[in-house]
């Protein structure tokens, strides 16, 4: 079996002590293989990394500043959510993509992630509509270049792995997913633009989006799919427990 990969995203659901409760009985992968990614609030990051620290666990934030460190009130310096043992960085979420959807945006806030030594995850697929239908594949990979592009401007190197996380805007949060055929097809889309860009990366693909204990077998088990990106659903540990010992 190949390396599987699953993100929680717990996006600001948990209160402080709750999301702490939820770190202290952390979710176990059944294979050596998978790898569990919990993206944390960002105040609970420092936490995080002493809950984390005997286990195999890894951890990430859910964003980060575009630029690096200098007069940016409010940012979150990639090199330090580094220095905070982050391995990962997600990158263009569509809920942050409603505040800030500029493709150059998101570029120079992938190469703050690189630049930091992260590993980013890329979420591809915001504003897609249902009946866009046999475009998307390429409006994706154009979206998927633009922001790679962007980002390689600044003359950061590849990073070694890179995720992709395919989320249809419409299935985030609203219990709809997409059929197979078409989650296979972007897929097969994303991982041949990313061969392309990047020969000699290690690409997955991951689907998120309303994904739960009910889809999920079904979600892992398509080819092209590299494992899942969990939001609502993670948040309730034992539900996600549910969800990684379905995934067989
Ligand atoms: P959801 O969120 O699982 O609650 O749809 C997924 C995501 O936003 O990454």
Redesign the pocket.
Known sequence: MHKRIIIA?L?AYLAPHDEQTWLQNIPRTNHADDRLVVLPSSLSIPHTRELLSNTTTFFGSQSCGAYGRGAYTGQIVAEDLAAYGCTYCLVG???QRTLNNNIEYIGDQLAQVLKAGMRPILCIGYGMRKEDGISIASLLCDEMLAIMTRAFSHEVHPTPELIL?Y?PHW????GLTPDSEHIIHIADKLHAAAQQLLPSNRTFVVY????NSHNCKELIDLPSIDGL??????TNGQELQNIINLLG
């Open positions: 995203n996006k979420h569509s809920e996380a989320e299935a985030i949060g609203t998120g989006g309303s994904v990106l969990i939001g609502k659903a993670s």
